[in-house]
């Protein structure tokens, strides 16, 4: 069964920072990529960051871009996503994804994240 | 970046009832759509992806259809777990999008 796991989710300051991590289990980790997606309110489903499976590939939305960083630790079976220079609109809960040619087949329970002074 | 136009916004309906809902892209998105599900408090679940495929496990009264810019997804006959809100989602081209949900609501 595939299970994700996320964690590191919180409240902070305005231009703070959070390291959020997703623990894996369940499927080939090394072989997936894998995404953040955030979720708000207002904004709905908003699609974050993804990776490939080696790491070396990684890609990111505009609104995030040059403050977030993804990565992953394969030996440990485990996605990060470091985020700087946090804003009011970076508040939302976060997923963890299991992709495959752009679909989100598995997700974790998610994990709040809040920026606000 | 595509946008995703999901309509209704909700939509109330009784179990037993067929339920329908479109997507419309703002450009030609060949079969590159998704749809999910979700239930308050949980993660979005995949029901269908490449605009008509379903993953193991999902069931048979769900179904999608449509190519090009125009997305259906089908509740054939809708059951008490199926009340939830459900969102469309295109893997064409990144930026992912999404969109802005639909929410099936009893009546």
């Known amino acids: 069964e595939v299970q994700l796991v996320e964690s590191g989710g919180g409240l902070v300051q305005p231009g703070g920072s959070l390291r959020l991590s997703c623990a894996a289990s369940?499927?080939?980790?090394?072989?997936?990529?894998l995404t953040w997606v955030r979720q708000t309110p207002g904004k709905g489903l908003e699609w974050v960051s993804s990776?490939?499976?080696?790491?070396?590939?990684?890609y990111y939305a505009d609104s995030v871009k040059g403050r977030f960083t993804i990565s992953r630790d394969n030996s440990r079976n485990t996605l990060f996503l470091q985020m700087n220079s946090l804003r009011a609109e970076d508040t939302a809960v976060y997923y963890c994804?299991?992709?495959?040619?752009?679909?989100?087949?598995?997700w974790g329970q998610g994990t709040l994240v809040t920026v606000s002074s | 970046d595509i946008q995703m136009t999901q309509s209704p916004s909700s939509v109330s309906a009784s179990v037993g009832d067929r339920v329908t809902i479109t997507c419309r892209a703002s450009?030609?998105?060949?079969?590159?759509v998704a749809w999910y599900q979700q239930k308050l408090g949980k993660a979005p679940k995949l029901l269908i992806y490449?605009?008509?495929s379903l993953p193991s496990g999902v069931p048979s009264r769900f179904s999608g259809s449509g190519s090009g810019t125009d997305f259906t997804l089908t509740i054939s006959s809708l059951q008490p777990a199926d009340f939830a809100t459900y969102f469309c989602?295109?893997?064409?081209?990144?930026?992912?999008?999404f969109g802005q949900g639909t929410k099936v609501e009893m009546k």
């Open positions: 994804a299991v992709t495959q040619n752009g679909y989100y087949f598995h």
């Open positions: 369940g499927f080939s980790f090394s072989s997936s990529a």
């Open positions: 990776i490939g499976g080696s790491g070396t590939n990684t």
């Open positions: 450009l030609d998105i060949s079969s590159r």
């Open positions: 490449a605009a008509s």
């Open positions: 989602q295109q893997s064409n081209s990144v930026p992912r999008t």
